[in-house]
């Protein structure tokens, strides 16, 4: 059998080639809902324009204490001790800010996303369920919904998740808001536009413990204005007050907000010292059964405030290779009976993201083929700077779906035999299929 010779690019088109299969950052192809700020440097929710309004809330409010409050409690006090007033307001307001970009800029905990499932496990009974057998075609593989690990001699129970194409670890949940898998999920924070996570939890809290003492610091002190001016002016309250419009506006402004920032405070001071979630404290109530994360009161908050932050497993400047898709139709080029994850759900899961789909595996497939191009490797293996797309069970590069020259020019060749044997043997091909 004659096989045709691979076509030969000419300069122009081997340049082209070149120039898609161009390298990209992960941040510039993240198949999650973030926004990204300095190179990748920053990484914040989809609803990261909430942030603006929560630090308005924090500055024009202490704007507002120095400017008419601390001022003139100044020379109020022996020994100009009235300057700490305002310097305490202001280095307290800046570490409050810090602290909020601390819990929105950074990484919360994302488990970085699997290109295709994992492998079945070699005790998993896969010829009573998880195998459906079409006529002569490959056995579509089902992984189980759930899994049951032990957690200090407590059996937990782990999902996978469709999206991220992988098994959850115990206390993990995929945020529906950002996309992501997170670990130690506790909630996705409108106020702060970000998932709250494991790696930044701890700033979470020390940013609303931090903005409850803030609250209560200029309330009190707006008090401690009134009281300067009735002992000034020999006036009673409501004409001190009266004196002092900011200071009124000051006082029910702090003291509605601490209601919120402190409730909450007091609620998280309360995970801490049972070492929940908040997404276990409202789905679980371990208050009725066995909490297998609970280490006692003192260890629980040495787990929270005294342990190193883990580091990200993203590296979100990351260079990576994409591969474009140089001949073929590319429908044609991916098998979807391969693999089959679209199995029903167990059991209600509030945190769910999107079904099984391409664009959720990391690949985005345009209407006109000339434009596909690879865009995720998440899943890779990087070691030294270079990517290694892993490869799956079927032996096919899960990285790329591109069809390489000599075996298009063997389809061809192999076309054209049948068709001339068909010819010589009488048998006629219809008008359309030709």
Partial sequence: MYVAP???????????????????????????????????????????????????????????????????????????????????????????????????????????????????????????????????????????????????????????????????????????????????????????????????????????FSTTLLCIYVFAFCWVYIKKIIEERQVNVWRAMLKTPASIVLIVYTFIAVWFVGGLTAFHIYLISTNQTTYENFRYRYDSKVNPYHRGLVQNFIEIFFTSTPPSKNNFRAKVRREPIGYGDVTSAIDTDTLDTNMGKGGGDLEMGSKPSWPSLGYEIPEDPEDFQVQSFEGSDTRGGIQHPRRSSWGRKSGSWEITPDIIALAAGVGGEVSREKRANGVNTPPGNR
């Fill in 6 to 208: 691979p076509p030969q690019l000419s300069d122009a088109t081997q340049k082209s080639t070149d120039d898609n299969a161009a390298t990209s950052r992960i941040y510039q192809i993240w198949l999650g809902s973030n926004k990204f700020l300095l190179g990748g440097r920053l990484i914040f929710g989809p609803d990261v324009r909430s942030l603006f309004l929560t630090i308005f809330m924090i500055i024009v409010p202490v704007a507002i204490f120095c400017a008419f409050v601390a001022k003139d409690l100044l020379d109020k006090f022996p020994h100009h001790l009235g300057i700490f007033i305002m310097a305490i307001a202001i280095i307290f307001t800046v570490y409050d800010l810090f602290l909020l970009l601390l819990t929105s800029g950074r990484d919360p905990g994302i488990i970085p996303r699997n290109e295709h499932p994992p492998e079945p496990e070699e005790d998993y009974d896969a010829s009573t369920s998880t195998a459906d057998w079409g006529g002569g075609q490959t056995p579509r593989l089902r992984l189980p919904r759930m899994k049951d690990i032990m957690v200090n001699g407590v059996a937990v129970k782990i999902k996978f998740c469709d999206t991220c194409m992988l098994y959850r670890p115990p206390r993990c949940s995929h945020c529906s808001i950002c996309n992501n898998c997170v670990e130690r999920f506790d909630h996705h924070c409108p106020w702060v536009g970000q998932c709250i996570g494991q790696r930044n939890y701890r700033y979470f809290f020390m940013f609303v």
